[in-house]
């Protein structure tokens, strides 16, 4: 976006952010909530909000629902995946922090490193599959995967953001999680920004 545009926007518009935003959330857990919808959703609103950030506008309501048409099918293995490491993951540090698996604290330990560095490889995912339009599931991933190991202080960044996402998510009011899921998808792309995660060719 112009640098004399982003200097002559005032509260007005930070206000308008915020609500775009927190619609983006709302709309985007109400088209997950089929679960099996949930990666052609994130794929779809990924995209929104990476052209608000390169274009400075919001799709067209037509795209949007074009995107998530085409994302319905490559996003269900991803969802599936996605269900799969998550349980294992949380089954995982639940077995540790109570004790019914050996390891300690230092198992614990650990196993929340690694759950908090998958979390940022997926918000890099994440973005990647919105610079291509919603779509590229597995390229993104090749990607992603690419990227955060050349640049591991992004790797972090997403991480942290994820984390942070997550806490904020087990905290506030269930009502809220959904706007909550708006703020987190810009968050993870404005860290990704700050050092681009990869090239991706914008569909």
Do not use: K, N
């Not at 604290?105 to 610079?131: C, D, F, H, K, Q």
């Not at 995967?145 to 997403?158: I, N, Q, S, Y």
């Not at 904020?168 to 998808?185: D, N, Q």
């Amino acid at each position: 976006m112009d640098s004399r545009a982003e200097q002559r926007r005032d509260w007005r518009d930070t206000v308008s952010d915020a609500a775009d935003l927190a619609l983006l959330g709302i709309l985007t857990v109400l088209a997950a909530a089929p679960v099996l919808t949930a990666g052609a959703a994130v794929g779809t609103a990924s995209a929104a909000v990476h052209d608000r950030l390169t274009a400075g506008t919001w799709p067209t309501a037509r795209r949007t629902l074009s995107r998530f048409g085409r994302g319905l099918l490559p996003g269900l293995p991803v969802t599936l995946i996605g269900l799969v490491a998550v349980g294992l993951l949380v089954a995982d540090l639940v077995a540790l922090a109570s004790g019914r698996v050996p390891g300690g604290v230092p198992a614990l330990s650990l196993t929340t490193v690694v759950a908090a560095a998958l979390l940022g490889y997926a918000a890099a995912i994440v973005v990647e599959v919105g610079r291509s339009g919603g779509t590229g599931w597995w390229s993104a991933a090749i990607r992603a995967a690419r990227a955060c190991l050349d640049h591991p202080a992004t790797w972090a960044g997403l991480a942290g953001t994820g984390v942070v996402a997550a806490l904020l998510g087990l905290l506030v009011t269930p009502v809220a999680v959904p706007i909550l899921a708006g703020y987190a998808l810009a968050a993870v792309h404005a860290v990704a920004r700050r050092r681009p995660v990869a090239q991706a060719e914008l569909s």
